[in-house]
Structure formats: structure tokens, C-alpha cells
């Protein structure tokens, strides 16, 4: 059979503005959470609450996300640094350009700040990321779409017919004839949280009233890191300290994720859903 390669050239840069570029990822991140609080906000209003509530809890998102996603890039992936030059790690968290995020750490994040939020709120704690992982879902699947338009967190070689060859990353050459073609394992994750998306969307509609609070996070934790485990065989290693690891940081920092969410799971079916937490 003729294999078809795609050859990947896309730019990361879209335009400049007095300047500044203005690129792929950053866009898709902006749109995560534009989407993301219209997909909040219609649900909020279809359950009678004030979407101001939504304003608010996006605001604790978006903080959440970035300061999780980047400490947890740091702590998970570069803390050989932090045991090398402590003063330089941390420097280094907080200086621009902000290169560099991890989704483990975004979601830490975003469960300690949608905490925060319940108590304030004196809402049920699994009630709120309940109604917050569709969205998660949808941000997921656009920022996965920003590392393919970046030509980064690329996939393994292989001679699968809809493989990619990506010219745009330096660390993988850019002679027609070195460039290898290879899994295109940012766009299996971002279908597979459109995917998470419509399910949790269609749960919500359909489903919610005859299920405990609890249930759809633990639905969405268990489908993105269990397909993650898998997905990081088909990835380059990020960072060269996962060379000599048996299982990469991102499939070992998914085991505890996984656990998390069977335990929600459990408490879930054993809570009231009018108790919640």
C-alpha cells in the first residue's frame, strides 16, 4: 500500500500585531477559556444559577490553570534543576517567556482552586467540577490543538499512513529526507477530549438528575489519564531523565490521577447527591 505522509510545515506564528507575534498555542489558550465559559455559563443558567457564579469560577480557573500548569511543568520535569541551582529553578518559573506546561500540574490546580470556590460559595464540592470538566474537556482539546499548530509533543516514528512529518521542530531536523514521519499524538488527544466533551455534555443533559454528585469528574479524570498512560507510549520523551525510566513522568504522574478518580468514583455512589461535598 502507498503510504501518504503529511508534512507538517505549519507555522506556530499566525501574524504580528505592532510587532508581537501572535501564535497558535497562545490563541488556542485563549480560546479554551472563551469557550469554556460559554459552555459554562449556558449551564448555569439552564440550572437556574446566576451566571455571575460563572464569571467568578472562571476567573479561579484560569488563575489555577496557568499557576499549576507552570509550577507543575517545573516540579515534574525540571526539578533536577531545583536539586542543581534552587535559586535559578525558581527564578526561572516565573521569567518569561512562560515555555513550558504540565496538565497533571493544572489539574492540581484547578481542584484546590474549585475547592476554594465551593467553600466560599457554600456550594458541593463535586457538584462544582462537576459542571466545570466539560469545559476542561474543551480547553484540553483546544491547547492539544496548539501543540500540533507548534509542532511539539510529537509522536514516535511510525509507517502509519495519516503519520505527520514535522519540519518545524528544530530537535528532529528539517532535511526532507532526515525528517521521519511520526504519530501525530496531539491530535489523538485533542479528538479524544472532543470526544470526552460530547459525552460529558450529553451526560449532563440527559443524565445529571439521576446521578451523584461526583460522577462526571470521576468519568473525566478516568478517560483523559487512563488514554494518557497509553498515549505516552506513542510519544517522544519530553525531557532526556525520561530516557532511563521505565514509564515517563507523565504516565507515572497519571497512576495517582487514575487512583483519585476510581476513589471519587466510590464516594460518589455511596454519597447522597443531595449531601455532596
Given at each position: ?11 506556530p ?22 469557550a ?5 455559563s ?31 511543568h517545573y ?98 531536523g ?39 454528585n ?23 520523551n ?39 461535598v
Amino acid at each position: 500500500m502507498l503510504l501518504t505522509y503529511i508534512d507538517w510545515h505549519t507555522s506556530p506564528e499566525i501574524f504580528e500585531v505592532f510587532g508581537f507575534p501572535i501564535r497558535w498555542y497562545g490563541l488556542m489558550f485563549a480560546m479554551a477559556f472563551l469557550a469554556g465559559y460559554q459552555v459554562l455559563s449556558y449551564i448555569f443558567k439552564k440550572e437556574g444559577r446566576p451566571v455571575e457564579e460563572a464569571d467568578e469560577l472562571l476567573l479561579y480557573a484560569m488563575i489555577a490553570t496557568v499557576i499549576g500548569a507552570r509550577m507543575g511543568h517545573y516540579f515534574f520535569y525540571e526539578y533536577p534543576l531545583l536539586l542543581k541551582d534552587p535559586v535559578h529553578f525558581f527564578t526561572s518559573m516565573i521569567t518569561p517567556p512562560y515555555a513550558g506546561l504540565a496538565s497533571h500540574g493544572a489539574v492540581i490546580g484547578m481542584l484546590i482552586a474549585f475547592y476554594l470556590y465551593s467553600k466560599k460559595r457554600n456550594t458541593p464540592y463535586l457538584y462544582v467540577t462537576d459542571r466545570v470538566v466539560p469545559t476542561a474537556a474543551l480547553g484540553g482539546a483546544l491547547i492539544r490543538f496548539g501543540n500540533l499548530m507548534n509542532s511539539e509533543i510529537v509522536g514516535k516514528q511510525t509507517d502509519v499512513p495519516w503519520a505527520f512529518k514535522f519540519f518545524n521542530d528544530p530537535s528532529l531536523g528539517h532535511d526532507y529526507f532526515e525528517v521521519v514521519p511520526r504519530h501525530p499524538s496531539q491530535l489523538y488527544e485533542c479528538l479524544s477530549c472532543l470526544v470526552l466533551f460530547g459525552i460529558l455534555m450529553w451526560f449532563w443533559s440527559r443524565k445529571k438528575e439521576k446521578t451523584t454528585n461526583g460522577f462526571m469528574t470521576a468519568i473525566f479524570l478516568l478517560y483523559v489519564f487512563i488514554l494518557r498512560f497509553f498515549y505516552e507510549f506513542l510519544k517522544e520523551n519530553q525531557v532526556a531523565f525520561e530516557n532511563q525510566m521505565e514509564f515517563n513522568m507523565g504516565q507515572w504522574l497519571s497512576v495517582p490521577v487514575v487512583l483519585f478518580a476510581i476513589g471519587i468514583l466510590v464516594f460518589a455512589f455511596k454519597s447522597d447527591k443531595k449531601g455532596g461535598v
